[in-house]
């Protein structure tokens, strides 16, 4: 080869590697925007197009009415934290980094590190040449740390670190690229994050970006703006002598009528999608921007929210915390106007951990090894043909210890781990027992034998995520293979 041809080929390697990704995996064109949204607490029975009858969706329904809509789509977990780091390292709760709630001494506002260097779908999508953005709850790491967002991948952050921070949404600051922003006790925090995400969005019209909103909304203190607030409690006025309160910093986490605060945080997280919506008609870019919305876990019962008054958790049993699909089956709707047929609907059965390979896949990124997680998007698009899960999986260690299994039409659940590390195995028909209330486990030995197998074979053992408070294994006592790690 002569030097000139060498230079050559050395030149249109460089343009190669250094490109912005315009290439879908698929060959659908260029690689399309990307937004992904992630509500804070919300139900499975919290959106009009999944069976809301008291409040009224209508954007969000839109999204649906205009995409796909997922009835069997999983959270990564049944609290925040590891919700979010299944989110971006497409490994479930048996192998991902973060796999509980909780502080971390020693590490900027106590947040507990997802680690350095690890390998996010936000890196994996920029080194491909997108603009990331990431704006709401990070939880995974603290301001300045090697786990912090603008160190795994995001080009911007603007909200919160820490999630216990989060719990008052008139805090005394948010963070902003690295930079503290202080507050006026009058500023609604989702109203700063969710302005700087649209800005973002303004900003990088031109190449393929990545938004990430992972919200605050609905989560406790039930509040909202006033102008909000004070419609519901004009429609909900028999609950005005409800009072709420939870976390924060405790300047403004006393809410009056938590009722009306759920009706109007919805409200305005709703009226928020349809400004976002707007603005992509507006830019020209609605035709190639994929929306996706999901939750990370199952409604909760705090700062006076009742998910029972608003039917929050559908025909599922369990809340926020628990392995029932109450606690964990979410929304997933997904929007991509010519891409993604509209008022379509799936019961491909997936979970939150399938985003990484999802996003890498439409940009045309090659997926890392060692991941759960698998692509959504012939299921999405309806062209190829979708590969599916094994199973799913859960490990939770709050609330007694819990673990769970989702394997075909079976539905796995062990309780009280901590105290009783052999704890039965319950079983449940999902597709004819949605509220798992009765457990077949006597009846069907060769699935629940198939459980134990892939309890033991899901779970990586880690010494930061353990049952406190089991019983000890006696000295000299041989484990038994047969049963769980």
Request: with cysteine.
């Amino acid at each position: 080869m002569t030097k000139s041809a060498l230079l050559l080929l050395v030149a249109a390697l460089v343009l190669v590697i250094e490109a912005p990704a315009q290439q879908a995996a698929s060959g659908q064109g260029k690689a399309p925007n990307i937004v992904y949204i992630l509500l804070d607490d919300a139900g499975w029975g919290d959106l009009g197009c999944y069976g809301q009858q008291k409040l009224k969706t209508p954007h969000m329904d839109r999204l649906a009415a205009e995409g796909m809509r997922f009835t069997q789509h999983y959270s990564g977990s049944t609290v925040c934290a590891p919700t979010r780091s299944c989110l971006m390292t497409g490994q479930h709760t048996g192998h991902t980094p973060v796999r509980g709630n909780g502080g971390a001494k020693g590490e900027p506002e106590g947040v507990f590190p997802i680690g350095a260097g690890v390998v996010t779908v936000a890196s994996l999508l920029k080194q491909a040449g997108y603009a990331t953005g990431a704006f709401g709850k990070w939880g995974l790491g603290g301001p300045g740390s090697t786990s912090d967002a603008l160190a795994l991948g995001f080009d911007h952050f603007t909200g919160f670190y820490n999630q216990a921070f989060a719990h008052d949404f008139y805090p005394r600051w948010l963070w902003r690229d690295g930079k503290k922003l202080e507050l006026d006790r009058s500023v609604y925090a989702h109203t700063v994050s969710f302005d700087d995400a649209l800005q973002f969005i303004r900003n990088n019209k031109s190449r393929p970006f990545f938004c990430y909103l992972p919200v605050t909304i609905p989560h406790a203190a039930m509040q909202a703006p006033p102008e909000y607030h004070e419609r519901f409690r004009k429609l909900y006025p028999q609950f005005d002598k409800l009072v709420g309160k939870y976390g924060g910093d405790a300047r403004q986490s006393q809410v009056v009528n938590p009722i009306a605060g759920f009706a109007a945080m919805m409200t305005k997280m709703d009226d928020d999608v349809g400004q976002l919506m707007k603005l992509l008609l507006e830019l020209g870019i609605d035709d190639n921007t994929i929306v996706m919305l999901s939750s990370d876990n199952g409604p909760h019962k705090e700062g006076g929210h009742n998910p029972n008054f608003w039917n929050s958790n559908g025909p599922f049993q369990g809340h926020k915390r628990s392995l029932y699909d109450g606690g964990i089956r979410v929304p997933m709707i997904a929007r991509w106007p010519d891409k993604i047929s509209s008022a379509s609907v799936s019961d491909h059965i997936s979970a939150h951990w399938d985003l990484l390979p999802t996003l890498c896949d439409l940009a045309g990124v090659a997926v890392p090894k060692h991941i759960d997680g698998l692509s959504m998007v012939p299921a999405m698009t309806q062209r190829g043909t979708q590969a599916e899960h094994d199973y799913l999986y859960w490990e939770f260690y709050e609330s007694g210890g819990k673990r769970a299994l989702r394997i075909g039409k079976w539905k796995a659940v062990r309780n009280g781990l901590r105290d009783n590390p052999d704890a039965a195995i319950e079983l449940y028909d999902i597709t004819e027992d949605l509220a798992e209330q009765n457990d077949v486990a006597k009846a069907n030995p060769e699935v629940v034998l198939r459980a134990r197998r892939y309890f033991g074979e899901a779970h990586t053992p880690d010494p930061r995520w353990q049952y406190r408070g089991g019983r000890r294994q006696k000295k000299g006592q041989k484990k038994d293979p047969k049963k769980d790690p």
